[in-house]
């Protein structure tokens, strides 16, 4: 699984527990739509840790308490 991959889940496990949608997260973090939309594209590659410090802010959530999930931790090595 790649970085981008866990964040997007990270996301979608937090806004299902909080019962809001994709464009409800954008309005609480001060970010576009289409900012929170392309986050969940598949084609998108990177998504910058100012995006996911506003979300995380959006949330009411640290950036240590989003990381903080055995997901993060079993990552596999991005240098190949």
Do not use: H, W
Not at 23 to 37: F, K, Q
């Amino acid at each position: 699984m790649s970085v981008k991959d866990a964040v997007v889940n990270r996301f979608k496990e937090l806004i299902k527990e909080r019962d809001i949608k994709v464009n409800e997260l954008a309005n609480i973090s001060g970010v576009t739509p289409s900012t929170a939309y392309s986050m969940f594209d598949k084609s998108r590659r990177d998504i910058s840790i100012i995006t996911i410090k506003k979300f995380c802010d959006g949330l009411e959530i640290s950036l240590g308490d989003f990381f903080s999930t055995p997901e993060f931790d079993n990552l596999e090595q991005e240098i190949k």
